[in-house]
Structure formats: C-alpha cells, structure tokens
C-alpha cells in the first residue's frame, strides 16, 4: 500500500507536476507516421495534458507546436500547411516545427515583432514507423538504441489504443506475470507454438501452475521479471520480461514470435486519466503477415484505435463463451482483456486501498523505482534510463525469453546466451 501523496505524485502527469517532468525526461511516441502522411491536415492531439498540434510541413519534417496561436491564440490545428511551415487562419503568422515566427503578413513590411516571438515547440523524430517528441527542458537526450525500434515494416507490427485510465495502472497490468493463468485464459487451450525446450505451449504451463515463483533484479534500465512455473519433476519453465523506465514493458508476444522476438507495451499519457497505448512487436527472423494482422485487430479496434469492446458496453461480455470459449467471456483479443483489468478500478488507481500480496513483488518494485525518478529530477538529478553518451547506448541485456529448461540451470545467467545484439538479424538481409 503506499500513500496518497505517493498515488498522487505517480499518477500525475500535467505541466509542473513531480510525475510530468520524470516523464518529459524521456523521448515519448505520440503517434504512428501513417497517421500523418504528406500533405495531410494538421492533428490536434494531447499530450500530458498540453493541447498541442501536430504537422508534417511542406519538407516532410514534422512539427509539435502549442495548438493556439502566440498572437490572438486562434486554434493551429485549422491552420494551412505552406512556406515551411504551419499558417494560423486568423492573421496569418507562419510558424517552422521550432516554434519560430517566419511570416507576420499584416505587420509593417520592416517590423521585426516576428523575432521576439518563441511559440511552444517540441522536437520531433521519426523512427521504425513511429512518431517520437521531447517535452523536457534543455537539450534531448538520446533514443536508446532499442532492438525492437531498428526492424522495417515487414518485421515489426505497430498497433495504437486509446486507453480510459490513468498511464501507470496499465504498466502495472503489464508487468504482473501471475494474471497469465487466468486472465487470458482460453477454456480449451487453442495455442499450440511450443515454448522452446518443450512440446508444449506457454498457455500450458500457464495453466499447469497457477502459483509461479517470482523473481526480478535491478538493471541499468528499470527491472528483469522472472517467472518460474513448474514442468515436471526436471524441468521449469521461465519467462523473462522486462519493465523500462518510466512507461514501457518488453513481454513475449504472440503471432510466432517466441524465440524470435517481443513486443513492447508503450504508454503515453493523453492527461491524467486517459493514455495512448502503443504496442510494437517485431520478429528478427520471419516477416510478419500485415492483411492477416489487420483483420484481426479490425475485429475489436477501430481504424483511429478506439476499442469497439469498451467499458461503456462492458467489454460486450458473453457470459455463455465463458463457459465454451475464454475465462472472460470478453472475446479471444488480450487488449480487451488488458482494458477490463486497468480501467475498471476506475480512472486513477486508488492504491490506498490496495491489499497486496506476493505476486505484487514486481510491481512494488517499479513504483520505488519511479518514486526514487521523481525524487532525482527534484534534486536536480537526471533519473535512470535517460541516456547522453553514446558508449552507454547498449540495449544487447535488455532480452525476453520463454523456454523450458533443467530445475539446476540457473536462470538468471541463461539469458545471457542469447542477448539481442547475438539474436538480431540486419533488417533487409
């Protein structure tokens, strides 16, 4: 249980709050670059409870600006895309992505008003289909050198879902490997991808033990998550997932992936009750099927990523298929399953009330870890994670794995075998 001043300094995330400026340490995804293409119209989007506008200029780069004009404060986002930059409607100010004033048409011919005015702008990178801002002070740091963020479009899957909850309760949903017995849970096991080591799949031993063992350990990073599930008299079963500070799992995926790859839950306040879950998964080795994926996630996600199975309609629960289908009776796709679980303790978590138990190990742990995170960005301290030297931008030890091996093997080493840097294949060979 922790106090309210503890909840409070974790689930808030506006401009000034102790929780905000952790996050703004960051680079943060705020969106896919399909969601704008060339010679598309500007985006209002939110963003940690800053409304802002999103554009791609007539050069290609795109832009992050506060969404109201610095002049009369007119909304951008109706504004017109032209002369390098982002055109305001009303009067005419043209802005470039940095925030400079390039155009003042109805100021005299010689003024020089234009180069006093500094709008808010954020810097903005494009990276492996997703589109990444800075909304720290000072310069940004460097984007880790993630294995998942260096695979093109035929090896890495990108999905993004509105989310009705504050950002840390899905992480937290994320990184509780005990709710894989039941959360997920098919009535009749339907996956049949051995875990390597084994002839039988993970939703066996999921299933075969419900009282995993539970381990982690401190990395440069944030934590690694072992779970232990028995195979026998011999054999365990171990999954090694990961939480990266401040906001983003790496867990073992689906659609063929183990072994190959992972995916990664990133998520991104919107303000501090809603957020913006980006899941990206890659395969190093086989390339995925697009159309296959698409009409899968088309069954319960909307083309700008909303959930059709929501808590408005209570996830369309089916009491009838939790007998004949899946434990929840809320249909077979697991983000639906992951929605009913984080947003239904209601907006912000009230984890005042918590009555935690030894499967929470993990999750105790990630809160001290971004508590000891806002305490260092107090203290004038950058938290871990953030990254300026490029000899520290090794993610090779940042690894997922799911395998069966001998009961005397010691997992904490075993991974070690098969880093990311050993496992990766160049995209494109």
């Not at 995330?13 to 969601?35: C, D, F, H, N, V």
């Not at 598309?40 to 940690?48: A, E, N, T």
């Not at 294995?147 to 509780?176: P, T």
């Not at 690694?224 to 073992?252: H, L």
């Amino acid at each position: 249980m922790i106090t309210p001043e503890q909840n409070r300094l974790l689930t808030e995330t506006g401009p000034g709050t102790p929780g905000g400026k952790l996050l703004r340490q960051y680079w943060q995804p705020i969106a896919r670059s399909t969601e704008l293409p060339e010679g598309s119209p500007p985006v209002p989007i939110r963003i940690m409870s800053e409304d802002l506008v999103m554009f791609r200029d007539d050069q290609g780069r795109v832009g992050l600006l506060g969404r109201l004009c610095s002049h009369r404060r007119t909304d951008l986002s109706y504004g017109r895309i032209e002369n390098g930059g982002l055109r305001c409607l009303y009067h005419g100010w043209l802005y470039d992505v940095q925030g400079r004033c390039l155009d003042q048409p109805a100021e005299p011919e010689h003024s020089t008003l234009k180069c006093e005015v500094k709008h808010k702008a954020y810097p903005c990178r494009e990276v492996s289909g997703l589109i990444f801002t800075y909304m720290g002070e000072g310069a940004p740091p460097i984007l880790p050198d993630y294995e998942f963020l260096r695979y093109d479009e035929n090896h890495r899957m990108l999905s993004k879902v509105y989310m009705d909850c504050n950002w840390l309760q899905a992480i937290e949903g994320n990184i509780d490997p005990a709710h894989l017995s039941y959360l997920h849970r098919p009535v009749r096991p339907v996956d049949a991808r051995a875990v390597p080591g084994s002839t039988q799949s993970a939703d066996a031993y999921y299933r075969g033990d419900t009282r995993p063992t539970l381990e982690y350990e401190h990395t440069d990073y944030g934590l690694r998550i072992y779970s232990i599930r028995k195979s026998g008299e011999r054999e365990k079963y171990v999954r090694i997932t990961n939480f990266i500070m401040p906001n983003k799992t790496a867990v073992v995926g689906n659609e063929g992936r183990i072994g190959q790859g992972y995916q990664v839950n990133w998520h991104t306040p919107i303000d501090d009750t809603h957020h913006l879950r980006f899941d990206i998964a890659f395969n190093r080795v086989k390339p995925f099927s697009i159309e296959t994926n698409r009409r899968t996630n088309a069954v319960d996600i909307t083309h700008d990523g909303h959930l059709l199975r929501n808590i408005g309609n209570r996830y369309q629960q089916n009491r009838a298929e939790m007998i004949t289908k899946n434990f929840t009776g809320m249909g077979g796709n697991f983000i639906v399953h992951d929605a009913f679980a984080v947003e239904t303790p209601g907006p912000i978590h009230d984890r005042t009330q918590e009555f935690l138990g030894s499967t929470d190990i993990m999750i105790v742990a990630a809160r001290k870890q971004l508590l000891a995170g806002i305490q260092a960005v107090q203290d004038g301290k950058e938290p871990m994670h953030v990254i300026r030297d490029e000899s520290r931008n090794d993610m090779s030890e940042m690894v997922v794995r799911s395998e069966v091996m001998p009961v005397e093997t010691d997992h904490r080493k075993f991974w070690k075998n098969a880093t990311a840097s050993k496992a990766a294949l160049v995209p494109g060979e």
